[in-house]
């Protein structure tokens, strides 16, 4: 299970199950690549990501960490959709949690709009990462993949053309 499952899961059912199955289409998005450069180029650090993996064959890429303050940070363009992004960091605080890393919290940096959202993770939290865990696992078991939400942010989707033409 990766990190991007759980965003996927919260932006599209039928995106995840795609991308699962390799089938990729986010090197065609334009608001992907300016993303990828806001993240790597707006905080001056040495390491950009760290990958994390744990025996159940969760793994995750955070985007860097403050290791004297227990931070995780994820750097996003817009707030759009700051629900999904919460989530991707409980999951990655969940995951640090299974490697035996504990009293971790999370930031997400929004640097187009100077804005920084704290994120704290919960015995509730943990309980609907693992349930949210499962229902991926069975959408990734469907033969077919989920229908298309058609959401009005589905025009700026990299698998626009995939699901509309």
């Given at each position: 299970?990766?990190?991007?499952?759980?965003?996927?899961?919260?932006?599209?059912?039928?995106?995840?199950?795609?991308?699962?199955k390799?089938?990729?289409m986010?090197?065609?998005?334009?608001?992907?690549?300016?993303?990828?450069?806001?993240?790597?180029?707006?905080?001056?650090?040495?390491?950009?990501e760290?990958?994390?993996?744990?025996?159940?064959?969760?793994?995750?890429?955070?985007?860097?960490?403050?290791?004297?303050?227990?931070?995780?940070?994820?750097?996003?363009?817009?707030?759009?959709?700051?629900?999904?992004?919460?989530?991707?960091?409980?999951?990655?605080?969940?995951?640090?949690?299974?490697?035996?890393?504990?009293?971790?919290?999370?930031?997400?940096?929004?640097?187009?709009?100077?804005?920084?959202?704290?994120?704290?993770?919960?015995?509730?939290?943990?309980?609907?990462?693992?349930?949210?865990?499962?229902?991926?696992?069975?959408?990734?078991?469907?033969?077919?993949?989920?229908?298309?939400?058609?959401?009005?942010?589905?025009?700026?989707?990299?698998?626009?053309?995939?699901?509309?033409?």
């Amino acid at each position: 299970m990766q990190g991007v499952y759980i965003d996927y899961y919260f932006h599209c059912k039928r995106q995840l199950w795609l991308y699962a199955k390799n089938i990729r289409m986010e090197h065609t998005s334009e608001d992907v690549e300016i993303g990828k450069f806001i993240s790597e180029n707006t905080y001056d650090r040495k390491i950009h990501e760290i990958y994390l993996s744990d025996c159940d064959n969760n793994e995750g890429v955070i985007d860097f960490m403050d290791k004297k303050r227990k931070i995780i940070h994820e750097v996003k363009k817009s707030k759009k959709m700051e629900d999904l992004h919460i989530w991707q960091i409980k999951y990655y605080i969940y995951l640090l949690e299974n490697l035996g890393v504990n009293g971790i919290k999370g930031e997400i940096d929004y640097p187009k709009i100077k804005k920084i959202i704290k994120v704290e993770f919960s015995d509730k939290d943990k309980n609907d990462i693992q349930s949210i865990i499962n229902e991926i696992n069975r959408i990734l078991k469907m033969q077919l993949p989920p229908p298309i939400i058609n959401e009005p942010y589905c025009k700026k989707c990299s698998y626009y053309e995939f699901c509309y033409c």
